[in-house]
């Protein structure tokens, strides 16, 4: 602006010694010369307004194209997908049909619906998981059958790929390893006697699938990567006296073969066993569900709580109760549990959650609902979401 005062200045200057005083009239510029001054006068002005106006329009334009094109909040991923499975036909010969429907998580406005390939005498639900990069997601059909979803930046889907999931568990929740390289999923094989463990297999060789059984026992439940693309954590019913699940850690660069004897044990409370107990992308924190059944008052508490494992404190990131009718102290009308958490954002800690028959996410504390749950779980309708 310096440089435009001086320019005006001198302009001035220059006029003041051309002009004659006596062809001035008192308190009246020649019409003439007053247009001559006033343009003179707005052209370095408005030169300058327009180097203002371009300056704002970069920075505004460079604040707009900084944000995320979903307009997101921070650390939410940009989308999330619902998977639903419908059964039809008789009991003896029942089939299915699926579908993954894919939201945008800032206004949960539908943005895609993919066709998920299903078959007949389906026994289980269908599952799904993401990884961390927001594009990439593993689903499970009832018959065992795993596929991977990709989205364009968009939201919307590039298609399903079917992986070779050698003996993979009907109904199985798969999971995603942070950086999308790997799948983690339950196997069952019941050729002589049905012996149970986790898979782990390259995304982009799915071929090369390595198995970690065992024999004798329960099957593991809930596989969950430990952080980075090293470990796997599973639970693990070992003593069926004992409420809870106890949860291990896989170690899947070891040789394969025996599930227990390449795994170690992990503490968690007893009391984080209302569904599952998922590990955050980082793996020190652990969030999962408690619940308190109060029959005197015919009410249910459920918390979503998050757990350091180094240091063992635990937080809670929601609690509401629900009251339910009864029948002499007993929930009637109940299926499965009242609050679990169902997928958790890839950073921080944004779980979604069905509390209450109620799907949404939470965040600071708060329960958001979100649009895509197609009802309660039923034996001919189910579904499972993540982001």
């Known amino acids: 602006m310096k440089g435009i005062e001086d320019r005006l200045r001198q302009d001035l200057t220059q006029f003041a010694q051309r002009a004659q005083p006596e062809t001035i009239r008192p308190l009246r510029m020649p019409a003439p010369r007053r247009r001559a001054r006033t343009a003179r006068w707005l052209a370095p002005v408005a030169a300058a307004a327009a180097v203002v106006a371009v300056v704002a329009c970069v920075t505004l334009v460079g604040h707009m194209s900084s944000r995320p094109a979903t307009g997101a909040p921070a650390g939410m991923p940009a989308y999330y997908v619902v998977v639903v499975q419908t059964t039809s036909g008789s009991a003896e010969h029942p089939t299915s049909t699926g579908t993954a429907n894919v939201y945008s998580s800032a206004t949960g406005r539908l943005l895609d619906k993919v066709a998920v390939p299903s078959g007949p005498g389906l026994s289980g639900g269908s599952a799904i998981t993401a990884s961390a990069n927001d594009r990439l997601f593993a689903i499970t059909t009832g ?3 795993i596929y991977l979803l990709r989205l364009t930046a968009d939201g919307h889907s590039e298609g399903l790929q079917r992986l070779p999931a050698k ?8 999971a995603l390893s ?15 006697g049905c012996v149970f463990g986790v898979g782990v297999m390259r995304v982009a060789q799915p071929s090369a699938v390595k198995i970690w059984t065992q024999k004798n026992g329960a099957s593991p439940e809930q596989v969950s990567w430990a952080g980075d693309s090293s470990q796997v954590m599973f639970g693990s019913q070992s003593d069926p006296q004992v ?10 660069t070891a040789p394969g073969g025996n599930l227990l004897a390449e795994s170690r044990p992990i503490a968690f409370p007893a009391t984080m066993s209302t569904g599952p107990v998922l590990l955050t992308s980082g793996g020190g924190t652990a969030v999962g569900a408690t619940e308190q059944n109060n029959p005197s008052r015919h009410t249910v508490t459920g918390r979503i709580v998050e757990l350091s494992r180094g240091t063992g404190r635990q937080r809670v990131l929601y609690v509401g109760t629900e009251h339910y009718t009864s029948k002499q102290g007993v929930p009637t009308g109940r299926q499965g549990s009242f609050c679990y958490v169902q997928s958790l954002a890839p950073a921080g800690v944004q779980p979604l959650v069905l509390c ?18 197609p ?4 034996n001919r309708t189910t579904w499972d979401a993540a982001w």
């Open 356 to 373: 209450y028959q109620k799907f949404g996410r939470i965040v600071d504390g708060k329960f958001t609902p979100l649009p895509g749950k």
């Open 375 to 378: 009802g309660a779980n039923t």
């Open 243 to 252: 409420q809870g699940l106890r949860y291990r850690l896989l170690t899947v």
């Open 143 to 145: 018959d065992g059958r």
């Open 167 to 174: 003996d993979a568990m009907e109904g199985t929740i798969p």
């Open 178 to 192: 942070p950086d999308g390289r790997y799948l983690a999923y339950l196997t069952q094989n019941c050729s002589d």
